[in-house]
């Protein structure tokens, strides 16, 4: 009896060894982000999960603003909130590419505190296919875009915090793509990797402005973008990624919004995702000391798990080729 | 008493030789080996730094070698270096990667090219809030949009010599320890990085069943001209913070890179930092090599934790820095 007492002893004290080191070292400290009352601004909200997510922070209290590009579509969104939630949210057009008219929009809303950089597009096709511009179009609207968008808004952001001493915050919307490169994906995946090298810089940057930035990796989500993306999709990309969509846009939302009040930097949307956040956490920083805990007793199983999969995406492809040199 | 140890000894090292054997068969792509001597090796960025060395190394190996560069005096003169040192003439393409119509005309006047080697890079650190946008869309379109041009480029001419000889081909490109970890300054240079880890990925995937192996090299500061350059305008805190990885020279830097190259592995440290920084950001790539993964699976926990420490003391020296400017 003395011996199993012990041996439970010896098997916890490392881990709650662990657990404290943690709690001592995790980085930066979370906070709370309110939005009740603050500005909201989100790209890509007229439709998908861009207008899931305004309709939610309109519910919570938050001055909604969406901007886009096509008018009409956004006077749609609009109405369809006002009739949702009776809130009057703010609508700006323009094209995340053009710079000085994203400036402009930006000046035009006023001071933003949490700023969602949720628009993108994704056309799928082996790059040898590809045509080049549409992969310039990817990189401009998902990458560049982000960069403009962030660049318009900083200013006035840190200005509007100091003034509140309340934290802002940079949500970045990326994907399970921006995770993991699969088959299909060249210019999408590398323009969602980039935005994690964009984050993780950027919060060193921002962390004494009291200014944190979300990054949020949906799976594909049922959207009218995944319904566009969908039909383009190579045989391949579908076999490996499954042909239907993982969630519904307003659970992503929600989750998304949870992850920015609670100041997190990596917030995956399901099950799969939580796996897929923890194989990838990479050096990235890690708010909470419970999801830190997680990651570091795990990511030895993640890894191996994760070349499992890479072993049957490998077997997939081999077997799609063999069948294509048969037919 | 003997056998009770030799059995304790057989249960701590049966997991280990069941790791290894699973492993064994799981990793994707199969290991390979790309030879150099008679081949035509394709470097860019190859009049100085990294790619001149790399250039010459090839050269010594007996490849083919052509550099592609901007500056046509400073090709002229790695021409005359490469031929004093091994008595190989190389061919230099004068063109700027961002042009899409130069590189695909300069490539296709050029023979087929068996190892191209992306290793055009700038780099400007600097706070996203202070730099200007045309810089990021320098790095951006060079570092990024000018590795697709030149795989675009290079690849149907690839694809089919390397059907036509059997033998493998390999694309390289050069990435960097801020390609796998972003910090404070680098928000473009590592979004520019990070997104060639998705490209490739993704582009392994679609070129494996043509016997094309991607690779993808990750270098420390490396003493270079270009690193002379990005040392005048490197923000103080970045200085504090990038002192964490040592330097090194390029002629070892490019050792290590053809060295991994001809194995065909999917990504190359450089140095010890790098050995640790590769297992952590291991994420999901796939690994060719047994070693590496078994080196991954079972150090990816220990080095979760080493991440966050760094973090943790990253995020302390931004800390003190702002307190000691009085912000």
């Given at each position: 009896?003395?011996?199993?007492?012990?041996?439970l002893?010896?098997f916890?004290i490392p881990?709650?060894?662990l657990a404290a080191?943690?709690?001592?070292l995790?980085?930066?400290?979370?906070?709370?982000?309110?939005?009740k009352?603050?500005?909201?601004?989100i790209?890509?909200?007229?439709?998908g999960?861009?207008?899931?997510?305004?309709?939610?922070?309109?519910?919570?209290?938050?001055?909604?603003?969406?901007l886009?590009r096509?008018a009409?579509r956004?006077?749609?969104?609009?109405?369809?909130?006002?009739?949702a939630?009776g809130v009057?949210v703010?609508?700006?057009?323009?094209d995340?590419?053009?710079?000085?008219?994203?400036?402009?929009?930006?000046?035009?809303?006023g001071?933003?505190?949490?700023?969602?950089?949720?628009h993108?597009?994704?056309s799928?096709?082996?790059?040898?296919?590809?045509?080049?511009?549409e992969?310039r179009?990817?990189?401009?609207?998902?990458?560049?875009?982000?960069?403009?968008?962030?660049?318009?808004?900083?200013?006035?952001?840190?200005?509007?915090?100091?003034?509140?001493g309340?934290?802002?915050?940079?949500?970045i919307?990326?994907?399970?793509a921006?995770?993991?490169?699969?088959?299909g994906?060249?210019?999408?995946?590398a323009?969602?990797f980039?935005l994690r090298?964009?984050?993780?810089?950027?919060?060193?940057e921002?962390?004494?402005?009291n200014?944190r930035?979300?990054m949020?990796?949906?799976?594909?989500?049922?959207?009218?973008?995944?319904?566009?993306?969908h039909?383009?999709?190579?045989d391949?990309?579908?076999l490996?990624a499954?042909s239907?969509?993982g969630?519904k846009?307003?659970?992503v939302?929600?989750?998304?919004?949870?992850?920015?009040?609670?100041?997190r930097?990596?917030?995956?949307?399901?099950?799969?995702?939580?796996?897929?956040?923890?194989?990838?956490a990479?050096?990235?920083p890690?708010?909470?000391?419970?999801?830190?805990?997680v990651?570091?007793?795990f990511?030895g199983?993640?890894r191996f798990l994760?070349?499992?999969?890479?072993?049957?995406w490998?077997?997939?492809?081999e077997?799609?080729?063999?069948r294509?040199?048969n037919? | 008493?003997?056998s009770?140890?030799?059995?304790?000894?057989l249960?701590?090292?049966f997991?280990?030789a069941?790791?290894?054997?699973?492993l064994a068969?799981?990793?994707?792509?199969?290991?390979?080996?790309?030879p150099?001597?008679g081949?035509?090796?394709?470097?860019s960025?190859?009049s100085?730094?990294i790619g001149l060395?790399?250039?010459?190394r090839a050269?010594?190996?007996g490849?083919?070698?052509?550099?592609?560069?901007?500056?046509?005096?400073r090709?002229?003169?790695?021409r005359?270096t490469?031929?004093?040192?091994?008595?190989?003439?190389?061919?230099?393409?004068?063109?700027?990667v961002?042009?899409?119509?130069g590189?695909a005309?300069a490539l296709?006047a050029?023979?087929?090219?068996?190892?191209?080697i992306?290793?055009?890079?700038?780099?400007?650190?600097?706070?996203?809030?202070?730099?200007?946008?045309?810089e990021?869309?320098?790095?951006v379109?060079?570092?990024?949009?000018?590795?697709?041009h030149l795989?675009?480029?290079?690849?149907?001419?690839?694809?089919?010599?390397?059907?036509?000889?059997?033998?493998?081909?390999?694309i390289a490109?050069?990435?960097?320890?801020?390609?796998?970890v972003?910090v404070?300054?680098y928000?473009?240079?590592?979004?520019?990085?990070?997104?060639?880890?998705?490209?490739a990925?993704?582009?392994?995937?679609?070129?494996?069943?043509?016997?094309?192996?991607v690779?993808?090299?990750?270098?420390?500061d490396t003493e270079t001209p270009?690193?002379?350059?990005?040392l005048?305008?490197?923000?103080?805190?970045?200085?504090?913070?990038?002192?964490?990885?040592?330097?090194?020279?390029a002629?070892k830097?490019?050792q290590?890179?053809?060295?991994?190259?001809k194995s065909?592995?999917?990504?190359?440290?450089c140095?010890?930092?790098?050995?640790?920084?590769?297992?952590a950001?291991?994420?999901?790539?796939?690994?060719?090599?047994?070693?590496?993964?078994?080196?991954?699976?079972?150090g990816?926990?220990?080095?979760?934790?080493?991440?966050?420490?760094f973090q943790?003391?990253?995020f302390?020296?931004?800390k003190?820095w702002?307190?000691?400017?009085?912000?």
């Amino acid at each position: 009896m003395g011996y199993l007492l012990l041996l439970l002893l010896l098997f916890f004290i490392p881990f709650l060894a662990l657990a404290a080191a943690l709690a001592f070292l995790v980085r930066p400290h979370p906070v709370h982000v309110p939005i009740k009352g603050r500005h909201v601004f989100i790209t890509g909200g007229s439709s998908g999960i861009g207008l899931a997510l305004a309709r939610q922070a309109a519910v919570e209290g938050a001055r909604v603003s969406i901007l886009a590009r096509g008018a009409a579509r956004l006077q749609e969104a609009r109405d369809g909130i006002r009739l949702a939630t009776g809130v009057e949210v703010a609508t700006f057009s323009a094209d995340v590419r053009d710079a000085a008219a994203v400036a402009k929009a930006l000046e035009a809303s006023g001071p933003v505190d949490v700023l969602v950089c949720n628009h993108g597009v994704f056309s799928p096709q082996e790059l040898d296919k590809q045509d080049l511009e549409e992969v310039r179009f990817m990189v401009e609207v998902n990458l560049m875009g982000t960069f403009h968008l962030i660049k318009a808004a900083l200013p006035p952001m840190k200005r509007n915090v100091k003034a509140t001493g309340l934290p802002a915050s940079i949500a970045i919307m990326s994907s399970q793509a921006g995770q993991v490169g699969i088959y299909g994906y060249t210019a999408y995946s590398a323009s969602k990797f980039a935005l994690r090298g964009l984050a993780e810089a950027l919060q060193h940057e921002l962390i004494s402005d009291n200014i944190r930035v979300s990054m949020i990796f949906p799976p594909d989500t049922e959207t009218p973008g995944y319904a566009e993306e969908h039909r383009r999709r190579p045989d391949v990309t579908n076999l490996i990624a499954g042909s239907s969509p993982g969630m519904k846009a307003d659970d992503v939302a929600k989750t998304a919004l949870d992850g920015i009040k609670s100041s997190r930097f990596i917030i995956p949307c399901n099950f799969e995702g939580t796996m897929l956040s923890i194989a990838t956490a990479g050096l990235s920083p890690q708010g909470s000391y419970f999801t830190a805990l997680v990651e570091v007793l795990f990511a030895g199983s993640m890894r191996f798990l994760g070349l499992i999969f890479q072993w049957n995406w490998f077997r997939i492809i081999e077997r799609w080729h063999a069948r294509m040199k048969n037919s | 008493m003997a056998s009770s140890l030799y059995f304790l000894l057989l249960l701590f090292v049966f997991p280990f030789a069941a790791l290894l054997l699973a492993l064994a068969v799981l990793v994707r792509p199969r290991p390979e080996r790309i030879p150099l001597k008679g081949r035509h090796v394709l470097v860019s960025g190859g009049s100085s730094g990294i790619g001149l060395a790399l250039a010459r190394r090839a050269a010594a190996e007996g490849a083919r070698v052509s550099i592609l560069a901007r500056d046509r005096s400073r090709l002229s003169d790695a021409r005359e270096t490469i031929r004093l040192a091994t008595g190989v003439d190389a061919s230099v393409i004068a063109v700027d990667v961002r042009d899409a119509e130069g590189v695909a005309r300069a490539l296709e006047a050029l023979d087929p090219v068996d190892v191209l080697i992306c290793n055009q890079g700038v780099f400007v650190p600097q706070e996203l809030d202070l730099q200007s946008l045309d810089e990021v869309r320098f790095m951006v379109d060079v570092n990024l949009m000018g590795t697709f041009h030149l795989i675009k480029a290079a690849l149907p001419a690839m694809k089919k010599r390397a059907r036509e000889t059997g033998i493998p081909a390999s694309i390289a490109l050069m990435s960097s320890q801020a390609g796998q970890v972003g910090v404070y300054g680098y928000t473009a240079y590592s979004a520019s990085k990070f997104a060639l880890r998705g490209l490739a990925e993704a582009l392994q995937h679609e070129v494996v069943a043509d016997n094309i192996h991607v690779t993808l090299i990750f270098p420390p500061d490396t003493e270079t001209p270009g690193l002379a350059e990005e040392l005048k305008r490197r923000p103080e805190v970045t200085n504090k913070i990038a002192a964490s990885s040592g330097g090194m020279k390029a002629d070892k830097v490019a050792q290590i890179a053809l060295n991994g190259i001809k194995s065909a592995l999917f990504v190359v440290p450089c140095n010890l930092e790098g050995v640790m920084l590769c297992i952590a950001t291991a994420g999901m790539s796939p690994q060719p090599s047994i070693f590496m993964a078994f080196r991954e699976v079972l150090g990816a926990s220990l080095m979760r934790l080493v991440g966050l420490c760094f973090q943790w003391s990253w995020f302390g020296v931004i800390k003190k820095w702002h307190t000691e400017k009085g912000m």
